[in-house]
Nanobody, 117 residues
Framework: VQLQASGGGLAQNGGSLRLSCASS????????MAWYRRAGSTHRRDHVA????????NYADSVKGRFTISRDNANRRMYLQMDSLKPEDSGVYFC???????????WGQGTQVTVSP
């Protein structure tokens, strides 16, 4: 399975973006999927939001109430609706399967999100 994030771009402070994660194969067998963000020059990717197959979600404190994660197993996609964007939300966003021990598949290129002050 390959996962590719898209939908990033330039947004103004307070604006919105919707990220999409497309899978080359079925995602129905993957319980937990997640969005990650790599900010600045760091190589670390931090969890932003996770979703289980049953629809349970969890968010980083910094995005709670502003971001919404969803998944569409039938169409092999996952989404991240990003509202009330802030400059500190800027970074490269990635999607992956979260095994609990780390990501399952090789990282895709990610999608750049830049929020202007």
């Amino acid at each position: 399975v390959q996962l590719q994030a898209s939908g990033g771009g330039l947004a103004q402070n307070g604006g919105s973006l919707r990220l999409s994660c497309a899978s080359s194969g079925s995602i129905s067998d993957f319980d937990v999927m997640a969005w990650y963000r790599r900010a600045g020059s760091t190589h670390r990717r931090d969890h932003v939001a996770v979703i289980t197959n049953s629809g349970r979600t969890n968010y980083a404190d910094s995005v709670k109430g502003r971001f919404t994660i969803s998944r569409d197993n039938a169409n092999r996609r996952m989404y991240l609706q990003m509202d009330s964007l802030k400059p500190e939300d800027s970074g490269v966003y990635f999607c992956n399967v979260d095994t609990g021990y780390g990501p399952l598949v090789p990282w895709g290129q990610g999608t750049q999100v830049t929020v202007s002050p």
